[in-house]
Each structure stands twice: as C-alpha cells, then as structure tokens.
C-alpha cells in the first residue's frame, strides 16, 4: 500500500511540474489566436472565444521569413552534416589510436570549452573578414567542419564502450582503419549520433549572436534575426509575435521528441549488441 501512494504523489508531482512547464506554451498558442481585444482583459483569457488562424499567415508574410526560414535550414543541415563528420573522424582518433601526446592533445581539445565565445568573437571577425565571409553564411557553416570539443568528448566516450575485439576482427578480415571507422564504429555511434545531431540542431536554429555579428544584410539572416526585426518594428503586435514564434519554435520541438525515443532506446544498448 506504501508503495502504491508513493508512486502517486511522484505521478502527481510529473504531472503538476508538467503542467507548469507547458503553461508558457499554452499561453503562447493562445495569444496567437486571440483578437486584439482579447489580449489586454484583466483577469487575463485563457481561450480566446474565436480562434484567428489568420493570425499566422498575416505574421507570416508582414516579413521575409520564408528567406529566413530557407538560410536557417541551410546552417543548420550543412552544420550539422559536418559537425557529425569531423567530431566522429576525431573522436575516432583519440579513442582507437595510440601516440605520443595523445591524453595531452585531448586535455587541450577539452580545455577550449572554458573559452567563451564572446572572447573568440572579435578574432573570429576578423579572420572572416580578411577570408571575405562577412555577410555570408559561411562562418555559421564552416567551423562546424572542424569539430566542437563537447561533441568530440562524448563520441570519443561512447566509442571507448565499444569492445576493441570487433576492430581486431575486422582487421583479421582485411578491413583498414577508416574501414573500421565507417562500417563497424559509425553503425553503433547511432545513439550518440543522434545526440549530437539534436544539439547541433538546436544551437544553430536557436543561435541569434553568430549572425548577428556576421551578416549585415536581410537576405542573409536566419530566423532568429527575422522575428528580433519583427518585434522591433511590431513590438504591439503581439498576437502576431506570438504567432511567429511559435512558428519558428515548432521545428526544434518536432525534432527532440522524435529524436528522443531513439536516444533513451539506443543508449541503453551497447557495441556488445
């Protein structure tokens, strides 16, 4: 019997820190679909008493956000197509190969997470500057190539599990390094892959001072530059702030509660398997 109403005041407990935590959300939806008269009533509405879905399409379209929506997509895909290529090839590399100064490099790569990025901003400006970037998507593209040392930390871990017998099987069968890398390693790097991929996503959809200090023109900002414009010029309007923030927020959600099934299957699992 103990058990049981323990179990229920954690149910209850879920549940009440659940609710708390999509109320914001609520009301997000809520005022996006509310009339301009229903915004501002004290005691506050909760459900507005007709539903506005005018209000996306009018938020919509006030700005270029298709174009914005079109540059986020692309930082986004081609950053994280890179992030997951060059953080798994080096993960690779401290976790399977044996040289001098190898714990020492490692410790180094870490120690660049204790570096702010707004300490790096002003080099990073300029060496952008003088390669020609500035105003163009590249810099939020191309540092991704070379690997984020969060991300390397936990592929070098993950890989650390796998048993080092399937290399040495393979390379019995006649496979080399890389061989082992793409078809032995990578096929169980699935729930770290995963992973990385969800963070990387949402960083860059979520990052607002990267092309803020990059891009200068409106044809080159992403989403996050978008709505920042948009409540500069529509800061009453909130109904239509509402609406496109939720818009630009769908995505990211759609993408974690996919992925998310995967991560918490697949981490259980092991290079064993």
């Not at 879920?14 to 509310?34: E, H």
């Not at 871990?157 to 496979?175: C, T």
């Not at 960083?203 to 414009?229: E, H, I, M, R």
């Amino acid at each position: 019997m103990r058990k049981i109403s323990n179990k229920s005041i954690i149910y209850m407990l879920l549940i009440f820190f659940s609710i708390l935590f999509l109320m914001p959300f609520f009301w997000m939806i809520t005022t996006a679909l509310k009339s301009p008269e229903e915004l501002y009533l004290f005691p506050p509405k909760w459900i507005p008493s007709e539903f506005h879905f005018s209000n996306f399409q009018e938020a919509w379209t006030s700005q270029p956000f298709n174009t914005f929506l079109k540059n986020s997509l692309l930082v986004t895909i081609f950053s994280t197509i890179g992030q997951l290529i060059s953080s798994s090839l080096v993960a690779y590399g401290f976790a399977r190969f044996s040289f001098k100064g190898r714990d020492l490099l490692f410790i180094i790569v870490l120690s660049t997470m204790m570096i702010p990025w707004e300490v790096t901003m002003v080099p990073l400006y300029m060496e952008f500057n003088f390669l020609g970037w500035i105003n163009t998507l590249k810099p939020l593209i191309i540092p991704s190539w070379f690997g984020a040392p969060f991300f390397i930390f936990l592929m070098r871990q993950f890989i650390m599990s796998i048993p080092k017998e399937l290399d040495e099987a393979a390379r019995m069968d006649g496979a080399n390094a890389f061989q082992i890398y793409y078809k032995i390693c990578l096929p169980l790097m699935k729930p770290v892959l995963i992973l990385v991929a969800v963070f990387n996503i949402l960083n860059c959809w979520n990052d607002y001072l990267g092309p803020l200090v990059f891009l200068n023109d409106q044809s080159k900002y992403t989403l996050t530059l978008g709505l920042a414009q948009f409540k500069g010029m529509y800061g009453v309007d909130m109904e239509g702030i509402m609406a496109v923030t939720f818009l630009i927020s769908l995505l990211p959600l759609l993408i974690f509660f996919f992925a998310q099934r995967y991560i918490v299957e697949d981490v259980s699992n092991t290079g064993i398997k």
